[in-house]
């Protein structure tokens, strides 16, 4: 159906890259000790990946079998993955941080035969379901060198070497268990065209990409944004360096210097608001200068728009750009061209903020079941505010039916090389979300502008309507709230209801500051108690809101949450979305509690 752009599988799409590319680092891991990044070039890499390969056929892995691997991202997942396609196979990634119930389903549902766990550790939890699944008949140690241990593999593979074959692009690369916000995980069957079909693509939005681009990785590849990041820069010869943690990714970026970053818009809100927290404790010239070079960067891009400009404007700029502004790069490892985010929306003020900086943010979209990417801003098209125009050889269709015939947007279907097979042995559920003619039914909402870009207006499926009969759609409030750097989480209720509530979880670091300048306790759950702190928050909301969003959208009724939603309670996916169901069964009686008032 669709013509696919050669190499179209990732054995062949490596194996280039290790020719071409032979002496170039390609993986980096941080050395905490010289604090420096160790970096493998793509020869040496590529000969890890011929003696695994090796190891896992000694171990009776064929075409189509299932691989799983439940780690981190790092040079061994890397050479997991590719030694386990180089026989045709397929790989079923897992997180490090999941609960072990979520381990078991999935090892079972998938069928996996070889099993790499990052460390004992992960051995010891799962080590009593082994013999409850039929299928699986060897699990791999990844750390380590003794029996058993992927150095063992490693080893044994290096002395009776398996060439690879390269597999047909319907075959089966990675099947992705979806994070399951609504129900049990669904595994995504991703083919080698799906996958490198999202490279190509992406290349030729960024024609400019090439082996010098480094970036640091941030996202899991676990997670198909994640993968697309190490598909892609494999394609290019380009090199990733591991981020040692989210707590060291300042560090790490000094270290790294990337040219460029796959993030989602959480990073950068978290910089934004830092700078802005930095500045108003700092006060005085450093703050001055910073407001200065903000105003003047937002009075010179509307001048531009006008065709105008102004030597007073463009002066006040260039010397906040050169005593502020270059001092931010700097911090962000000095080289930053460009980022691309998804997975959520991004607040176009900070967009802005950054692209005025010299850091062009390129919103795209995408969902797992697309490999991941279908839509994508780019250096030669873009707009703010949207998640750009569609991908090389993807189509995109509005389907207003579900929303109403006088609506200007709809449900967004989408066409292309890189929508999946389907879901594993869940025939009602692909069903479900494939058209006829073989679009994916997102479940999202949205409308393409004259121009073809597209702009994401909802969630079907996470839209409710007040009793009132108006339409809220939550996500779009709780991002809005969440730029708000006393605010960590927020989950809006308020279905059928005569108005939405809203539930907090509070910035500590930030509030901590706030609760000792005026006196208040530093016991969270005592301090959330206190009339102060919830009439000082819900100003900060409502402020956040009302600019944005009607009045009935905004919330009228807090409850404000000392504990975090996370992966540890169940109420965050891998991806950190919310599990509306669990969190809203958690808090019920809180909730009917402020409607009964």
């Given at each position: 159906m669709y013509q696919l752009t050669k190499p179209d599988n990732v054995v062949e799409m490596l194996e280039k890259s290790v020719?071409?590319?032979?002496?170039?680092?390609?993986?980096?891991?941080?050395?905490?000790?010289?604090?420096?990044?160790?970096?493998?070039?793509?020869?040496?890499?590529?000969?890890?990946?011929?003696?695994?390969?090796?190891?896992?056929s000694q171990l009776g892995i064929v075409k189509d079998d299932a691989v799983g691997i439940i780690s981190n991202n790092s040079t061994d997942w890397a050479v997991c993955f590719y030694a386990t396609n180089g026989?045709?196979?397929?790989?079923?990634?897992?997180?490090e941080a999941e609960l072990v119930s979520v381990w078991k389903y999935i090892i079972n549902d998938a069928k996996v035969k070889v099993l790499f766990v990052t460390k004992r550790e992960i051995y010891e939890k799962i080590k009593d379901i082994i013999s409850a699944v039929s299928t699986l008949k060897k699990v791999i140690i990844m750390e380590g060198d003794g029996l058993d241990t992927l150095a063992d593999i490693e080893k044994k593979g290096a002395t009776r070497k398996v060439?690879?074959?390269?597999?047909?692009?319907?075959?089966?690369?990675?099947?992705?268990?979806?994070s399951g916000t609504?129900?049990?995980?669904?595994?995504?069957?991703?083919?080698?065209?799906?996958?490198?079909?999202?490279?190509?693509?992406?290349?030729?939005?960024?024609?400019?990409?090439?082996?010098?681009?480094?970036t640091l990785s941030i996202l899991p590849w676990a997670h198909v944004f994640g993968l697309a990041e190490l598909v892609t820069y494999c394609h290019i010869g380009g090199s990733?360096?591991?981020?040692?943690?989210?707590?060291?990714?300042?560090?790490?970026?000094?270290?790294?210097?990337?040219?460029?970053?796959?993030?989602?818009?959480?990073?950068?809100?978290?910089?934004?608001?830092?700078l802005w927290t930095k500045m108003n404790e700092e006060g005085g010239l450093a703050r001055k200068l910073f407001v200065m070079g903000v105003e003047s960067a937002k009075k010179k891009r509307g001048l531009a728009a006008q065709g105008k400009s102004c030597f007073k404007t463009n002066l006040k700029f260039k010397i906040a750009d050169a005593i502020v502004f270059k001092k931010i790069r700097?911090?962000?490892?000095?080289?930053?061209?460009?980022?691309?985010?998804?997975?959520?929306?991004?607040?176009?003020?900070?967009?802005?903020?950054?692209?005025?900086?010299?850091?062009?943010?390129?919103?795209?979209?995408?969902?797992?079941?697309?490999?991941?990417?279908?839509?994508?801003?780019?250096?030669?098209?873009?707009?703010i505010g949207s998640v750009g125009p569609v991908m090389d050889k993807c189509k995109i269709v509005i389907d207003k039916s579900v929303v109403g015939p006088e609506a200007t947007d709809g449900e967004i279907i989408i066409y292309g090389p890189n929508v999946m097979q389907g879901y594993f042995n869940k025939p009602e559920a692909t069903a479900a979300v494939m058209t006829p003619d073989g679009g994916f039914r997102t479940g999202d909402r949205g409308r393409l502008d004259e121009e073809g870009f597209l702009f994401i207006t909802g969630r079907l499926k996470e839209q409710f309507k007040l009793e009132n009969g108006k339409?809220?759609?939550p996500v779009a409030i709780e991002e809005d709230i969440k730029l708000n750097h006393y605010v960590e989480n927020a989950m809006i209720c308020g279905e059928g209801r005569e108005f939405n509530v809203c539930l907090i979880i509070p910035d500590f670091i930030a509030l901590d500051k706030w609760a000792e300048k005026n006196n208040l306790p530093k016991d969270h759950a005592e301090l959330l108690k206190r009339e102060e702190t919830k009439k000082f928050l819900e100003n900060e909301i409502v402020n956040q809101l009302k600019d944005n969003f009607g009045s009935y959208e905004i919330p009228k009724k807090f409850i404000f949450i000392d504990?975090?939603?996370?992966?540890?309670?169940?109420?965050?996916?891998?991806?950190?979305?919310?599990?509306?169901?669990?969190?809203f069964e958690k808090y019920k009686d809180q909730i009917d509690a402020l409607y009964a008032k």
């Open positions: 020719v071409k590319f032979a002496q170039r680092p390609f993986l980096g891991t941080k050395n905490k000790k010289l604090k420096q990044y160790d970096w493998i070039t793509f020869s040496d890499f590529g000969s890890r990946v011929d003696n695994v390969r090796s190891g896992l026989l045709g196979a397929r790989l079923v990634p897992m997180y060439p690879s074959t390269y597999p047909e692009h319907s075959s089966i690369c990675i099947l992705i268990y979806t609504t129900g049990e995980p669904k595994g995504v069957l991703l083919s080698q065209g799906n996958i490198t079909s999202n490279a190509h693509a992406t290349t030729v939005s960024f024609p400019d990409m090439n082996e010098n681009d480094r990733i360096g591991f981020a040692e943690s989210a707590a060291t990714i300042g560090d790490d970026l000094l270290l790294v210097k990337p040219t460029y970053l796959i993030a989602v818009p959480r990073v950068f809100n978290r910089v934004y608001d830092g700097e911090k962000l490892g000095g080289r930053l061209t460009g980022s691309m985010t998804g997975s959520a929306a991004m607040n176009p003020e900070i967009s802005h903020f950054f692209w005025d900086m010299g850091i062009p943010l390129y919103d795209a979209y995408g969902l797992t079941e697309t490999s991941p990417g279908a839509t994508m801003n780019c250096p030669s098209k873009y707009k339409y809220v759609f504990q975090p939603f996370s992966l540890e309670n169940g109420m965050l996916t891998q991806t950190m979305k919310l599990k509306r169901r669990v969190v």
